[in-house]
Every structure is written in C-alpha cells, then in structure tokens.
C-alpha cells in the first residue's frame, strides 16, 4: 500500500508520576476535595472520554467500520479490553515502525487511564494541614512495609491535575493523526 507522505508526531515523555503512599497518621484528612477541584476533576474525566472515544474511532478506521457497526463492537468494552482489541488489529494496516509507535502511544494512554480511575473512582480528601486535594484508594499495591489493609493516598494538586489533563489532550490529538494518517492512506491506495 502507497503511504502518504508523512513525518511522525513527536511523542512527549510519559508523565511523571507521584508518589502512592500511605496515608501519614500525623495528618488529619477532612471528606472531599477543595471546591476549587471541582472543575478539575470533571475536566479529567471529560478528557478521558474524548480520548477513549479517539481510540475506539481508531479501532473503527482499522477495521474500516462506520459507527453504526463498530460502536457494537467497542461499546461495552472497556479501556484495556479496548487497547487488546486495538493491538491485535494494528497489525492488518501498520507496519512495524508504526507499531512500535502506537505501542509506546498505548504505554502512555494506559498510565492516564490509571491516573482518571482514581480521580474517578477514589474517595477524595483535603489533606490538613496544607489543605491538599488528594485521592484515597485500597486498589493500589503496597509499598512492601505498609501494613496489607492500608488505604494509599495520591496527592493531587491543582499543577498535576493540569498536567495529566494537558497529558490527555496530547495522547487523544496523537491517537487521532493515527486515525487520520490511515485515512489519507486509504485515499492514497485507491
């Protein structure tokens, strides 16, 4: 198949990611986040499904399926059922320089798709004193010395939630050059 002429998006480091420790005794932890967080945790969850929908859009254009047809597929999947399916479909219109490039493109998604289950699914907390928004879960594992029924926590300042929320936006935009490349590249071979 003639590709189109094209020049590969540069792929920013994966985030960085902080720390998932016990919870400190010395603190007290006072129920939900600042209200100023608000905003913040509804922007995450908002970008996780914008670039969910790109990945499955993706799997679509792979297995060259309308909407009508590969929402039936992708539509009760959920994300790592998603990226299983995707893996195993690339290979029909990727060549392996591509496939190298989604892989690492999947590694990233795959650590924001870890990140937006605690901020949608974690029991939030303002951390006093500091008044620290921060996200309580019992799904992590453990540092080997905490105790085996510890609740973990993740800090979660304003800085981070914009930098995973940033991190979102770059994943989904470079998701959709891939879709969009096999699009052209369809166009192309006709």
Known sequence: MKRPPHSQPA???????????????TKSYLWGPPESHDALIGRVVWRWSALELIVEELIWEILDMGVEAG????ATLDFKFKVRLLKEVAP????????????????????????????????????????????????????PDAAKNEVVLLDCPKEWMEEVIKHMIITGGLFSQCKNYLQKSKQVSR
């Open 71 to 74: 929402r039936r597929i992708t």
């Open 92 to 143: 029909v219109k990727l060549n392996a320089t591509e496939l190298a490039s989604l892989n690492k493109l999947i590694n990233r998604a795959d650590d924001l798709y870890t990140l937006r289950n605690y901020v949608a699914h974690g029991q939030w907390v303002t951390v006093m004193p500091g008044n620290l928004p921060a996200v309580q879960t019992l799904r992590e594992k453990l540092p």
């Open 11 to 25: 792929t920013p480091a994966r985030l960085v990611k902080t720390p998932i420790l016990p919870r400190d005794p």
